[in-house]
């Protein structure tokens, strides 16, 4: 049975070694010292990630100078990746985009929690990427880019999920198998992460099942980043 879900697109994924280190203000909160009375400010981080299987953890090196986007609003990250930007106060469903030399794109839902951060955001090496492509044998197309999801249930990964996509990928959907770059084609593993690559630009409707118990849940509208990557942080299985 299909059940609509709150997909939580905060990728904390990056809830990292040592994120407890910086301020999390929500939207609505005025930032300490913005000097402007009344300016709404929203503090994150990007977690530089070596392994799509552990998003949890972050690099120690890397993460300064990184751009990140939202809506008209620009910042940078500070040398550990934290960033201040200015909160959207018009819109729904916007993302934050990161960008950064020698990383790939990373979009992600503005507004999601996971491991009980707010607003941090992974970035992965293109280096690593590119390993990921190569040891699947694919080659990606122009209009197109990936997506990364983590499956739960009561807060744990889930494996045994199969997926699927609409529009289709080139290939895949993979999942995760016992290296950074050993993805397979069965369902999830230990870590309950499933890979879209080559998926068309537009909204995309994708579909988890968990044959164990029949349980699926469909993702409805993600937005796909040309040539970059879109996190779903936590896919909610009943």
Excluded: H, Y
Aim: aromatic share 6%; glycine share 14%.
């Amino acid at each position: 049975m299909k059940r609509p879900i709150l997909v939580l697109l905060a990728c904390a994924l990056g809830s990292c070694t040592d994120n407890n280190n910086f301020p999390v203000i929500g939207s609505g909160s005025s930032f300490p010292g913005s000097g402007s009375a009344g300016v709404s400010m929203t503090t994150g981080r990007v977690c530089v990630v070596t392994d799509l299987l552990s998003l949890e953890t972050c690099a120690t090196t890397g993460a300064a100078n990184i751009t990140v986007n939202l809506g008209s609003a620009t910042a940078t990250t500070t040398s550990d990746g934290t960033f201040f930007i200015t909160t959207p106060t018009t819109g729904v469903n916007q993302m934050i985009t990161v960008t950064g030399p020698g990383l790939v794109t990373s979009a992600q839902l503005f507004g999601g929690t996971n491991f009980g951060v707010v607003n941090t955001i992974p970035a992965l090496s293109a280096v690593l990427f590119e390993q990921m492509l190569q040891s699947q044998g694919i080659g990606l197309l122009p209009g197109s880019g990936s997506v990364v999801a983590t499956v739960l249930r009561r807060g744990q990964p889930v494996s045994g999920v199969t997926a699927t996509s609409m529009p289709t990928t080139v290939s895949g959907p993979f999942f995760d198998g016992m290296t950074p770059t050993a993805f397979t084609l069965n369902g999830t593993g230990a870590r309950g992460v499933v890979w879209f690559p080559g998926v068309p630009l537009g909204p995309v409707s994708l579909t988890f099942s968990d044959l164990a118990t029949s349980g699926e849940t469909t993702v409805d509208g993600v937005q796909v980043v040309n040539g970059g990557i879109t996190f779903l942080d936590s896919v909610v299985l009943p």
